[in-house]
């Protein structure tokens, strides 16, 4: 449970970009809400598999968590959060969001030509304030990722890929065990935004 339905959706996200044949060698490669779940095993996951990986949050002081993960940069959300032009400067070969809104429609303006998001939440809002630009102009592929209605092949092959990749010691980086009596107050530090990494409740504590 320390990995989860964030860990295996972070690895279906890694498997859409290596299908659509983002490499290690394109370029870097975007994770924002790199403080969650999904996030930090995006990290974990991209930088064991050789992937030069840059974090977006809002909480850059979990900076040193993000490197311990594989990060090589973190940045902050600031940039990506709010409206942005149709057309940003080309930096990304591929990017991981779970946030949407305005921060999945600066990540595509910004992605490199043929660069590939995988888009798998919607932490910031559900709308896409975006245009057409990246897509016509730069051959962007932005693919949508659900962990609901997957074939059972693709759910076999990601749980195959987390058990090769993932370092059984990194789950006591990326999760945290509380008691069902801690549920509560945690649940209020989680929608505060003040949780990173997963929570796991031990119902034998």
């Avoid at 050789?50 to 594989?70: D, I, M, N």
């Avoid at 590939?116 to 709308?127: E, F, K, S, T």
């Avoid at 990601?158 to 945690?186: C, K, Y």
């Amino acid at each position: 449970m320390a990995i989860g339905t964030a860990g295996y959706t972070a690895m279906l996200c890694v498997m859409a970009l290596e299908k659509h044949g983002v490499t290690p060698d394109k370029g870097e490669i975007l994770v924002t809400g790199a403080n969650g779940g999904v996030g930090s095993y995006a990290i974990a996951i991209l930088a064991k598999l050789g992937y030069t990986v840059v974090a977006s949050t809002g909480r850059v002081e979990q900076a040193a968590y993000l490197k311990k993960l594989g990060a090589s940069e973190v940045v902050s959300r600031d940039g990506l959060s709010s409206a942005g032009r149709a057309l940003a400067k080309e930096r990304w070969a591929g990017a991981i969001d779970s946030a949407g809104s305005h921060t999945l429609a600066n990540v595509c303006a910004s992605m490199k030509y043929g660069g590939v998001v995988a888009a798998c939440g919607l932490a910031q809002g559900m709308d896409l304030p975006a245009t057409v630009a990246p897509f016509i102009l730069r051959g962007v592929t932005l693919v949508g990722i659900d962990s609901v209605m997957r074939p059972i092949e693709d759910r076999l092959d990601a749980w195959q890929r987390l058990s090769e990749i993932l370092d059984p010691a990194i789950f006591d980086d990326i999760s945290n065990d509380i008691s069902l009596a801690e549920v509560f107050e945690v649940s209020q530090d989680l929608i505060a935004g003040k949780i990173r990494g997963r929570v796991v409740v031990d119902l034998s504590k």
